[in-house]
C-alpha cells in the first residue's frame, strides 16, 4: 500500500485553478467598519468638538419672528372679520331696504368696533346719513364704484392713519348706497416687555402704530427699515407667510438689536390685506454675552477615544476573524493539491475555525491511509465561535456610543435666556386674545343677526341662518329657541340642549360640564335694542340680562378653536376653563380632563390677572410653561378661562441643545456603523462558517454522500471547495481499495 494518496488527474487541477474563488470576503467589512468609524470620530470632531456659542441664541431671533408671527395673524383676521361683518350686516337690507340712518343706528347696536360710520351716494359723493367720529373720504374716488364694493385702503387724517372698509347697501331713497366704516389699525392688546417693542408699519415704512418701548436711536431705525425691506423683497412660499429675523450690529457695550419681521398679507386665495402692504416689526436688545456649554472639549476626546477604537477593533478583527480563516483556507487547499501531506495541519485554536481545522487533520490522515476508519464526529456542543469577538466589538463600540446618549438627555442645566421666557409668555397672551376675540366676534355676529330674525318667518330664518352658517366657518350650528325653548328654526348639526334650561343671560357660555366634546357657544335674545344705544353701550349690562323672548344660539366649534391655538414654536397649547379642565387644545386631548403637565397649576396661579412664565425643572423634563387669562371685556371675561403652553427646553434652539444633540448623533452614527459591519461579518461569514464546520467534521466522520456546496466566493467558500475536493479524493480512494480487495479474489476463483 502506498504512503501517499494519489495525485489527482490532470483534468481536475485544471478545473480548480480554472475555479479559483475570489478572495475578499471578510476583509469589506472590517475595512468599511474602519473607514466608518474614522469617519464618525472626524463628524464628532468637526461637528462637536468645533462648535461655538453664539452671542445671539437661534431662539432668541425666533421668539421675535414667532411673535411677528402671530401679530401680523391676529391683524389679518382682524381685517377680514371687519370687512366680512360690514358686508355681511349690509346684505340683509337687500330685500327691505332701509333709512341709511336706520342702518348705521342698527349697525352701531351690533358692533362696537368702528369709531365712525357713513352712508354715502358714491356716484355724486353726497353724504346720506353718519355715526361716529368724522370718516376721511377726501382723495377717495367713489364714482368708479359699480357692483362690487372697494378693498380696505388706508388713509390719512388729523388724528391719525384710518383703515376704511367699504361694503354696498341697500336704502329706500337713494337706493344702492356705499356704507364706509373707519377705524384705527391698532395692534392686538397683548403685554410686552419693557425692552420689546411691536410695530405696524405700512408699504412706505410709515410707522401706523406701535407697542412697547420707543425707539430713538439711529442704529434701532436702521434694523427696523432692514427688516421692512427684507420683507418687501421676501417670495412667500404658497401656504406660508413671508417672515424672518436679522440680528443689528454690537455697540460699543456690547448691546444689539434683534428684530423679528412677517407680512401681514397671506399668499393664498384673495386676501384684502395684500393691497396695503403691511408688515409687523419686533424687536429688543440682547446684550451680546455668549453663554456657555457643559462639555467643550467632549467633541475632541470622544474622537480621540473613537480613533483609538477604531485601529483597535480592525487589529483585532483582522488577528481574531481574518488571518484565522486565510490559514485555514491555505491549508485546506494544500490538502487538495496532495502537497506536504505528512505535515500536520495547522490551525486555530478557538471557534468554528478550529472545528474545521481538526477536521481536516482527520481528513489529511485519512487521505495518507484510505483504510483507515473514521473517527467520531465530536459531541455537538454550544460555543460561541465567531459572535464572541463580534460581540466582543459591538460591546466595545457600545461603551462609546452609550456615554454619549446619554450626555446628549434632557439637562436640567440649560439656561435659558430671559427673552425666551418672555416670548413664550407674550405668545400665551397673544393666543388668549385670538381666543377672547374670536368668542367675542361670534357674540357680536349673533347680536346683528338677532334682529332679523325678530319678524320672520321659518323659512326665511333657516335661510338666513344658513347664509350666516355658510359665511363663517366658527359655527357647528345656528338655532333659534322660543320662549319654552322649542326650537323654531336651525342650521347646521342637531342643537346640544333645548327646553327651558337653554335659556339665559346673553353672552358666551358652556352648554355641558361632561361628555366627549365640549360644547361652547353665544346666546343673543332676538328682542330688539333700544334704537339710541350707541357704539360705546356696555356689552356686559346687556349680556347680563335675562332675555325675554326668544334666543338666538351659535355652538362653536371645537376644531375652530383648536386651530387658533395651533401656532409654530409655541409647543404643546391647552384651553382651560376656572376649573382647570381643558377645553381645546392645538394636539390630542382629553375633553374636561385635568392637564397633563402638573407644574401647570404653578403658573395659572401666578396668572390671575396677567400672562406669567417660568421655566420649571422639578417632576420631569425641563419645560417652559406660560399662562394667560381670557381678560378684557365683555362676557368671555367673566368665563374665568385660560390659555396655558408648554414648551420642553430640549426642543429650543439653544447653543447647549444643539450640542447634545449633536453628540446624541455622533453616538448613533457609531451604533449604525457597528451595528452594520459586525452584522455583515455575523451573516456573510459567521453563519457560513459554522455551517461549513458542521459539514467538515460530518465528513470526517465517513459522510462521504453529503455533497458540500460554496455559497459564496469568499474565503468560507473557497475552504467549502477544498473540502468537497478532498471529499472527491476520499471517495475515490475508497473505490479503488474496494477494487484492488475483490480482483485477487475473483482470479482465484476462476
Not at 401706523?208 to 418687501?232: C, I, M, N, P, Y
Not at 341662518?465 to 328654526?489: F, I, K, P, Q, S
Request: some cysteine; glycine content about 10%.
Amino acid at each position: 500500500m502506498s504512503s501517499t494518496a494519489p495525485n489527482p488527474p490532470r483534468q481536475h487541477r485544471s478545473r480548480r485553478r480554472a475555479d479559483m474563488p475570489l478572495l475578499g470576503g471578510i476583509r469589506p467589512p472590517i475595512a468599511l467598519l474602519l473607514v466608518l468609524l474614522l469617519a464618525v470620530a472626524a463628524i464628532t470632531a468637526l461637528a462637536v468638538g468645533g462648535l461655538r456659542v453664539d452671542d445671539t441664541p437661534q431662539a432668541v431671533r425666533e421668539s421675535h419672528q414667532f411673535a411677528a408671527e402671530d401679530t401680523a395673524a391676529s391683524l389679518r383676521a382682524g381685517l377680514h372679520e371687519s370687512a366680512t361683518d360690514l358686508r355681511r350686516a349690509a346684505a340683509r337690507y337687500e330685500s327691505a331696504p332701509a333709512e341709511p340712518a336706520a342702518v348705521l343706528s342698527s349697525l352701531g347696536q351690533a358692533y362696537h368696533k368702528w369709531r365712525g360710520t357713513v352712508v354715502v351716494r358714491p356716484d355724486t359723493g353726497r353724504l346720506l346719513a353718519a355715526r361716529g367720529e368724522t370718516v376721511p373720504l377726501a382723495g377717495l374716488d367713489l364714482t368708479k364704484v359699480t357692483d362690487t364694493a372697494p378693498a380696505p385702503v388706508l388713509v390719512p387724517s388729523t388724528t391719525g392713519t384710518r383703515l376704511l372698509t367699504f361694503a354696498l347697501v341697500a336704502t329706500k331713497a337713494d337706493g344702492r348706497a356705499l356704507l364706509v366704516a373707519s377705524d384705527n389699525l391698532r395692534l392686538p392688546g397683548i403685554a410686552t416687555r419693557k425692552e420689546q417693542t411691536i410695530q405696524v408699519l405700512d408699504a412706505s415704512g410709515a410707522v401706523l402704530d406701535t407697542t412697547g418701548a420707543a425707539l430713538d436711536s439711529e442704529a434701532d431705525r436702521k434694523v427696523v427699515s432692514a427688516a421692512r425691506e427684507r420683507a418687501a423683497r421676501e417670495r412667500p412660499v404658497p401656504g406660508e407667510t413671508a417672515s424672518g429675523s436679522l440680528t443689528g450690529g454690537a455697540d460699543d457695550k456690547g448691546v444689539r438689536r434683534v428684530a423679528g419681521w412677517s407680512a401681514v398679507a397671506n399668499p393664498d386665495g384673495r386676501d384684502l390685506a395684500a393691497p396695503l402692504g403691511l408688515t409687523v416689526v419686533s424687536t429688543s436688545t440682547v446684550d451680546g454675552k455668549p453663554g456657555g456649554l457643559r462639555h467643550p472639549t467632549l467633541g475632541l476626546a470622544a474622537a480621540g477615544a473613537l480613533l483609538v477604537l477604531a485601529l483597535l477593533l480592525a487589529w483585532y478583527l483582522i488577528r481574531s476573524l481574518q488571518r484565522p480563516l486565510l490559514r485555514l483556507f491555505l491549508e485546506s487547499r494544500r490538502l487538495t493539491r496532495g502537497d506536504r501531506l505528512e505535515q500536520p495541519v495547522r490551525g486555530p485554536k478557538r471557534g468554528e475555525a478550529a472545528r474545521i481545522a481538526r477536521a481536516l487533520e482527520e481528513l489529511r490522515r485519512q487521505l495518507l491511509d484510505p483504510a483507515r476508519p473514521p473517527a467520531p464526529a465530536p459531541a455537538a456542543k454550544r460555543r460561541p465561535g465567531t459572535a464572541l469577538p463580534l460581540a466582543l466589538c459591538a460591546v466595545l463600540v457600545l461603551g462609546w456610543s452609550g456615554p454619549l446618549l446619554f450626555l446628549g438627555g434632557n439637562d436640567s442645566g440649560v439656561r435659558v435666556p430671559t427673552q425666551v421666557v418672555a416670548g413664550q409668555r407674550d405668545r400665551t397672551d397673544t393666543a388668549a386674545d385670538r381666543i377672547r376675540q374670536a368668542l367675542n366676534e361670534g357674540y357680536a355676529d349673533l347680536r346683528s343677526l338677532a334682529p332679523s330674525l325678530t319678524e320672520t318667518s321659518v323659512g326665511k330664518a333657516e335661510n338666513l341662518l344658513r347664509a350666516t352658517l355658510a359665511e363663517h366657518d366658527r359655527y357647528r350650528a345656528l338655532y333659534v329657541l322660543g320662549a319654552n325653548g322649542e326650537v323654531l328654526a336651525r342650521a347646521g348639526e342637531t342643537p346640544h340642549r333645548t327646553g327651558p334650561e337653554a335659556l339665559g343671560a346673553n353672552g358666551v357660555l358652556l352648554l355641558n360640564s361632561s361628555g366627549k366634546e365640549p360644547r361652547i357657544a353665544a346666546r343673543a335674545a332676538l328682542t330688539a335694542a333700544p334704537a339710541e344705544t350707541g357704539a360705546g353701550a356696555d356689552a356686559d349690562q346687556e349680556a347680563a340680562a335675562e332675555p325675554k323672548g326668544p334666543v338666538l344660539i351659535g355652538e362653536f366649534k371645537t376644531d375652530f378653536l383648536g386651530s387658533l391655538l395651533a401656532r409654530p414654536g409655541l409647543g404643546r397649547v391647552w384651553l382651560v376653563d376656572d376649573r382647570q379642565r381643558v377645553l381645546a387644545a392645538n394636539e390630542g386631548y382629553s375633553s374636561f380632563g385635568e392637564l397633563p403637565d402638573d407644574r401647570a397649576r404653578k403658573v395659572l396661579a401666578d396668572a390671575k390677572k396677567s400672562a406669567a412664565a417660568d421655566v420649571l425643572r422639578d417632576g420631569g423634563d425641563p419645560a417652559l410653561l406660560a399662562a394667560a387669562p381670557l381678560g378684557g371685556n365683555g362676557s368671555v371675561a367673566r368665563l374665568g378661562w385660560s390659555v396655558v403652553t408648554a414648551h420642553p427646553v430640549a426642543w429650543l434652539h439653544l447653543d447647549q441643545n444643539r450640542a447634545d444633540r449633536r453628540v446624541v448623533l455622533a453616538g448613533m452614527l457609531g451604533l449604525a456603523a457597528a451595528a452594520l459591519c459586525l452584522g455583515w461579518l455575523f451573516i456573510a461569514v459567521g453563519l457560513p462558517l459554522r455551517r461549513l464546520a458542521a459539514s467538515a467534521e460530518s465528513l470526517a466522520a465517513g459522510d462521504r454522500r453529503t455533497v458540500l456546496y460554496p455559497v459564496h466566493h469568499d474565503e468560507v467558500g473557497a475552504v467549502a471547495r477544498s473540502l468537497e475536493l478532498i471529499r472527491q479524493e476520499l471517495v475515490r480512494a475508497e473505490q479503488a481499495e474496494r477494487a484492488g480487495r475483490r480482483t485477487p479474489a475473483t482470479a482465484t476463483a476462476r
